[in-house]
Structures are given as structure tokens and as C-alpha cells.
């Protein structure tokens, strides 16, 4: 059972940055890949990037390469996501996921748990 709780969401004007963190309970997060994806209304829920357990190989959308980074702290139960250059259309409620394999699958339901979400909003 892992229990995933983000925060880190807010308000930024476009061009801005904001660092989404994501905590995990439980003994073996060290063992799920994680994710972040984020949903607008009316929309499905979309891949934004995703980190392996095993040697911390990332991956990422189009939408957000060489913008956004995701790293994980094992130690520390955390995953980051460092969302830099923010456009308006990256406004959406982002969430944290957990997926017990070694990668971290882009589609949403390869994972097995997920946090409440944080809302980003970038205005123009």
C-alpha cells in the first residue's frame, strides 16, 4: 500500500516556475515507478513524465520536454517535479502516481495509486 499526498500547486504568471512535490508512505516506494499526469476538465488524464525505481531513468510528454524535470528521493519517500518556463496551457490538476513495475508506464492505467491532486493554474 503506498499513500501519495502532492503539493506545491498554485498561481504563476507564464514564463514563471513551480516545483510540485508528491509524498509517499510506505515501506517499498523505493520499488514503484512513479509518474506525474494532470487533467483538465472534460479531458483525460495526461503523461507528463515518469522516473523507474530501478536506476532513475526519466521520461517525458513533448508537451513538457526540456521544461519540466522529475526526480525522486528514495530516502526520503519524494518525488519532485520541477515545471520551469510554465505556459498557459500547462494550467490542469496535476497528480502523483505509483505503479508497481520497474518503469514508470505513460499510460494512467498502468498505475496503481494516486494522490488527491494540486491545482497549477498559469496565467497569461
Known amino acids: 500500500q503506498v499513500r501519495l499526498v502532492e503539493s506545491g500547486g498554485g498561481l504563476v504568471q507564464a514564463g514563471g516556475s513551480l516545483r510540485l512535490s508528491c509524498a509517499a508512505s510506505?515501506?517499498?516506494?523505493?520499488?514503484?515507478?512513479m509518474g506525474w499526469f494532470r487533467q483538465v476538465p472534460g479531458k483525460e488524464r495526461e503523461f507528463v513524465a515518469g522516473?523507474?525505481?530501478?536506476?532513475?531513468?526519466?521520461s517525458y510528454a513533448d508537451s513538457v520536454k526540456g521544461r519540466f524535470t522529475i526526480s525522486r528521493d528514495n530516502a526520503k519517500n519524494m518525488v519532485y517535479l520541477q515545471m520551469n518556463s510554465l505556459k498557459p496551457e500547462d494550467t490542469a490538476v496535476y497528480y502523483c502516481?505509483?505503479?508497481?513495475?520497474?518503469?514508470?508506464?505513460?499510460?494512467?492505467?498502468?498505475?496503481?495509486?494516486w494522490g488527491q491532486g494540486t491545482q497549477v493554474t498559469v496565467s497569461s
Open positions: 522516473v523507474s525505481w530501478r536506476d532513475g531513468s526519466t
Open positions: 502516481a505509483a505503479a508497481a513495475t520497474v518503469a514508470a508506464p505513460s499510460e494512467y492505467k498502468g498505475y496503481d495509486y
Open positions: 510506505g515501506r517499498t516506494f523505493s520499488s514503484y515507478g
